[in-house]
């Protein structure tokens, strides 16, 4: 029972370069999410989305996009990289409406240095 | 918008003293409300929750959190601290009517000394 997976667990970046991170998980689970974590600053949300081909901005989405093609996969991407993004990203996901009891399922994080 | 602030970053007990951590909320309409904890380089799992039923909330590891509506807190405790519970506890607010965003405060780190 896998959950929720996260690559890469690491990553270091020059600024202005692109990547993806990436989630899924195997929950079956119609809500997903990322965060990001920085000292001091709790999680805070990026972007969000009940189910396939439906996302939503979070507190802070300017730098990244995200799409939802499919209830498994939900990756974040970062178009051009900044020092600013520097960060612990953590994907989260939920079950289904109607029976989700609010709990959010977390992946083990991805660590982004943006040099 | 709901809304959360945890009192204090940093709180330090010793040993098999009592753990306090406060939290309180803001929310425009019933909240759903959770404690998250996060031991070092890992995600964050769930110690408890209150969905509207009890208002005190049994979690994981003898931790327990009453919700009071009058004062707007859910205040995390534990009769007597473990080294292992030395961790960052987060709380975190869902506003109910179908609302899907959870709002995290800012974390409070537990040390706990021999």
């Known amino acids: 029972n896998a959950g929720v997976t996260q690559t890469p667990k690491f990553q270091v970046l020059k600024t202005g370069q692109s990547m993806t991170l990436q989630c899924a998980q195997d929950?079956?689970?119609?809500?997903m999410s990322w965060y990001r974590q920085d000292p001091g600053m709790g999680l805070r949300l990026i972007h969000y989305s009940v189910g396939a081909g439906i996302t939503d901005q979070g507190e802070v989405p300017n730098g990244y996009n995200v799409s939802r093609s499919t209830t498994e996969d939900f990756p974040l991407r970062l178009l051009s990289a900044a020092p600013s993004q520097t960060s612990v990203y953590f994907c989260?996901?939920?079950?289904?409406?109607?029976?989700?009891?609010?709990?959010?399922?977390f992946g083990e994080g991805s660590r982004l240095t943006v040099l | 918008a709901q809304s959360v602030t945890q009192l204090g970053s940093h709180v330090s007990v010793s040993e098999g003293a009592l753990v306090l951590l406060r939290c309180n909320y803001s929310s425009s309409v019933p909240p759903y409300l959770f404690w998250y904890v996060q031991y070092p380089n890992q995600g964050l799992q769930l110690l408890l929750k209150?969905?509207?039923?009890?208002?005190l909330v049994k979690g994981i590891n003898g931790f327990e959190a009453e919700f009071k509506k009058s004062e707007t807190s859910f205040h995390l405790t534990k009769p007597s601290a473990h080294m292992s519970d030395a961790a960052e506890y987060f709380c975190?607010?869902?506003?109910?009517?179908?609302?899907?965003?959870?709002?995290f405060g800012k974390g409070t780190k537990l040390t706990v000394n021999p």
């Open positions: 929950m079956n689970h119609e809500y």
């Open positions: 209150y969905t509207s039923a009890a208002t």
């Open positions: 975190a607010v869902r506003a109910g009517g179908g609302s899907e965003k959870l709002v």
């Open positions: 989260a996901s939920r079950g289904n409406r109607g029976t989700n009891t609010g709990e959010l399922f």
